[in-house]
């Protein structure tokens, strides 16, 4: 159970909340009630011309983060799924209280094969183990049969798990076709990322609308809400200098407020929430979580309520 927000805003000040790391990491890809939300203003310049914003209190328990190389920093602030390989060393030596979420993606999934069997024949019965990343953005107009592929993935993984691990895709919003192809119904994953993420140099107040168009057409799709998962954009693009594909802002706290409390009215009672992400990542994220301060603290207080 969570400490009182009180309590647990004191041992973050006693444990310092900025982690110095910024490394690249190795891998890359029960439900509450709400507890009294919390109102707070945006405190950038002009923010007294913008709504207020309600921070929500999550409602599920179990938090992953992608892009980690120190687990314990993440740890501290409340995250207990963790984006790790399938090394059973990695796995194992987790913080307690903490499980992996496996990468095993591939952009377009191919068939199931001996070395995907002997990984969840290793890893089946390790408690340790939420679950496993099987696809980051197929599209299903390059990946015809992405679909059927990662049905039988999935089926290995809940037989041999006894239904007890999760799978795990991602669906881009650049590609709302592939929300249908690759609904739950038909690829038998568990749970479904949809990942619009919305601040960016184009839209530097961010396109929330981007947010709760996606969401729409994903349950329109097919893709129950129960098996969405939010994806809350903790990173940018801002520090990568000399990278012409450059297009991602990072989200000001006030933003990242309206995020949270956009995905909560969205999708009010999710099996898990998915924040991308906390290390850097060469031509993809920085600055990411690692670097700020202030999103870590509001991260914090959603995810203790």
């Not at 309590?7 to 509450?32: D, K, M, P, Y």
């Not at 690759?182 to 749970?191: E, I, N, Q, T, W």
């Not at 809350?232 to 801002?238: R, S």
């Amino acid at each position: 159970m969570h400490k009182s927000l009180l309590g647990a805003l004191s041992l973050l000040a006693a444990i310092g909340l900025v982690s110095a790391c910024s490394s690249l990491t190795a891998t890359s890809r029960e439900v509450g009630t709400h507890a009294p939300a919390r109102s707070d203003a945006g405190s950038r310049s002009g923010a007294a011309t913008r709504p207020s914003v309600t921070l929500p209190a999550a409602t599920t328990r179990y938090h992953y983060i992608a892009n980690v190389k120190a687990p314990r920093a993440v740890a501290r602030l409340g995250y207990n799924v963790i984006d790790t390989g399938s090394s059973d060393g990695q796995i194992d030596a987790l913080p307690a209280g903490t499980r992996a979420m496996v990468w095993l993606g591939e952009k377009c999934p191919t068939r199931i094969d001996d070395t995907f069997r002997d990984i969840i024949d290793r890893l089946a019965t390790n408690p340790k183990v939420y679950g496993y990343f099987l696809s980051d953005e197929p599209h299903i107009s390059e990946c015809a049969l992405g679909p059927a592929n990662l049905a039988e993935k999935a089926r290995y993984i809940h037989q041999a798990s006894a239904g007890r691990q999760k799978t795990f895709i991602v669906l881009s919003w650049t590609v709302p076709s592939s929300y249908h192809a690759f609904r739950p119904a038909a690829s038998g994953v568990d749970l479904v990322g949809i990942d619009p993420y919305p601040c960016s140099i184009d839209n530097p107040e961010c396109s929330y609308a981007k947010v709760e168009t996606r969401v729409h057409q994903a349950i329109q799709a097919g893709i129950p809400p129960r098996r969405i998962v939010p994806s809350f954009q903790a990173f940018g693009q801002e520090n990568m200098s000399g990278h012409e594909g450059s297009y991602y802002n990072l989200p000001t706290g006030y933003q990242m407020k309206r995020l949270l409390s956009l995905w909560a009215q969205l999708v009010p009672h999710p099996r898990l929430d998915f924040t991308y992400g906390w290390d850097h990542q060469e031509d993809s994220s920085n600055p990411t979580l690692v670097d700020s301060a202030v999103l870590q603290r509001i991260l914090f207080r959603y995810m203790h309520g």
